[in-house]
């Protein structure tokens, strides 16, 4: 499953104080906005019920406990001033709208529940809700808030009280409303929420600016520590990042230092043990060579008179000159690898015909009748002839003796390259085993005797794959067998003066 992509830490910042700052604003202008509302809604229903009893003092005494509509017109204009307006009803029967300055007057009366003719902007009786209604006839001032014509009212229902000659009060059947516009309280809300979120917005916006300069502050030592990580990657071992301040990313700066620190030393340390092994073998391998000279000559005579020594000398002198062969190869690989490795390895390059190259060095070796080979004809390139036939015979020779028959060379070309495949028929490397391959003294099976080859082989041959500036690959081929790939440029990186 392909991993989903995640935003980088930058971006995760900006979004946690975005979120951060949204949410916070949106908190505490909705807890304000809310106790905003409910103050001036408060207030207003507050002073406007105390007026509405300040006004109805006025109406004591009554005139007459079951008054017609001139009185109940007299009440509401009594009740009604230049923020409300008043209706007085009594069993069904109510008074004329009342309506603010500047409003008509409509005429005639009409029982609440029968459709009434409201003038425009003024609710009429029948905007009364009938649940504030029965409260108020059960003799209980009362209020409710309404939406009319899509504007809000404070609707406020007060009965009116008769008081006998005993003390004692009695509900005269009397209600008064007044109706009152919300409209400048709507106003003051709106701009409060206008207000909250402007003061979001503008929330928003410094935290973003503070989250960008907190990933600044922040993803700068990251992106520091970041590249220090790669340069001492890529072998800059002295690589150090600057410590700033005493916080956890100085801590990580820090232990950083010291890490690098430690990896120089030890690096120091390995490369100098190494530089003492390479010289080491390289100083025994030229050692080995005159006495191996002398065992190679002695080698040679007992292999001539072998034949004529009985049968356990003959055979013991056979084994000697094999013995001594190996030795002599074996100590011939390790001269050629300290010579990579001392950086002293150099190509004599000659323009040589490649398919007859490859040729003359399977005839050397006796492999023309064991091996197939399809040359590509006119193949020219400037080559160092040792070099190439020592790579080719270290990959004919593996495929010989570790693979199945038959084993194939193939050479083809294009104008910038040449290319040569060595393939067998075998059951090809297990796939543990490719990469390594190319590695010193790497043998596939361990257990394999010692007279099989050094393992230095092909890691020679690679060396001098990369001393033409070329490579060497090996792949198992879909229906069995190694394949070893070689590519050469076809003009040579000349020592003296780069490609000719």
Do not use: C
């Not at 902007?121 to 809700?129: E, N, V």
């Not at 809000?152 to 008081?163: N, Q, T």
């Not at 570790?402 to 070309?413: D, N, T």
């Not at 050469?488 to 780069?498: E, K, M, Q, T, V």
């Amino acid at each position: 499953m392909a991993p989903r992509p995640s935003l980088g830490l930058r971006a995760r910042l900006l979004l946690a104080f975005a979120l951060l700052s949204v949410v916070t604003a949106a908190a505490v202008a909705g807890g304000m906005y809310v106790q905003a509302r409910t103050y001036i809604l408060e207030r207003t229903q507050n002073a406007a019920v105390q007026a509405m009893r300040s006004r109805m003092e006025a109406l004591f005494p009554l005139r007459s406990a079951t008054p017609g509509p001139d009185e109940l017109d007299r009440i509401a204009g009594i009740m009604t001033d230049g923020n409300s307006r008043a209706i007085a009803v009594y069993h069904g029967v109510h008074s004329p709208i009342r309506p603010a300055p500047g409003h008509p007057r409509p005429d005639g009366n009409a029982p609440i529940p029968d459709s009434w003719v409201i003038p425009p902007q003024i609710p009429g009786p029948g905007a009364i809700p009938n649940e504030l209604r029965r409260v108020v006839a059960g003799g209980v001032i009362a209020w409710q808030r309404v939406v009319w014509q899509g504007g809000p009212y404070l609707i406020i229902g007060a009965p009116l009280l008769i008081v006998e000659r005993d003390g004692t009060t009695r509900v005269s059947g009397i209600e008064v409303y007044t109706v009152r516009s919300l409209r400048p309280e709507q106003t003051s809300i709106d701009r409060l929420t206008v207000r909250a979120w402007l003061i979001g917005g503008a929330a928003l916006v410094f935290a973003v600016v503070l989250a960008l300069l907190a990933t600044r502050g922040v993803l700068r030592p990251v992106r520091e520590l970041g590249r220090a990580a790669r340069l001492l990657g890529e072998g800059e071992l002295r690589t150090r990042v600057a410590v700033r301040g005493s916080d956890e990313l100085a801590d990580v700066a820090r232990t950083f230092n010291d890490t690098a620190a430690e990896l120089e030393r030890h690096v120091k340390q390995l490369r100098a043990m190494e530089a003492d092994a390479r010289r080491f073998v390289a100083d025994v391998s030229h050692e080995l060579r005159t006495p191996l000279a002398a065992l190679t000559a002695v080698a040679d005579v007992l292999d001539e008179e072998a034949a004529r020594l009985p049968e356990p000398a003959g055979r013991a002198a056979r084994l000697v000159s094999q013995e001594t062969l190996n030795l002599t190869r074996l100590v011939n690989d390790l001269i050629e690898i300290s010579r990579f490795d001392a950086g002293v390895a150099t190509l004599a390059l000659n323009e040589v015909d490649v398919a007859e190259l490859v040729r003359a060095t399977l005839r050397v070796r006796g492999w023309s009748e064991l091996v197939h080979t399809e040359l590509a004809a006119a193949v020219t390139a400037r080559l160092d002839p040792r070099r190439v036939d020592v790579i080719v015979a270290n990959l004919v020779g593996n495929a010989l003796r570790h693979g199945e028959p038959p084993v194939s060379v193939r050479l083809s070309a294009d104008p910038d390259r040449i290319t040569v495949e060595v393939r067998d028929h075998g059951p090809g490397l297990d796939e543990a085993v490719l990469p390594q391959v190319f590695d010193r003294f790497y043998k596939a099976n361990a257990a394999r005797a010692r007279s099989q080859g050094s393992g230095l082989g092909l890691a020679i041959a690679r060396e001098n794959a990369h001393l033409h500036r070329g490579d060497l690959t090996v792949t198992n081929a879909p229906d069995g067998g190694a394949i070893f790939t070689l590519r050469l440029p076809r003009r040579a990186h000349d020592p003296d003066g780069g490609p000719e």
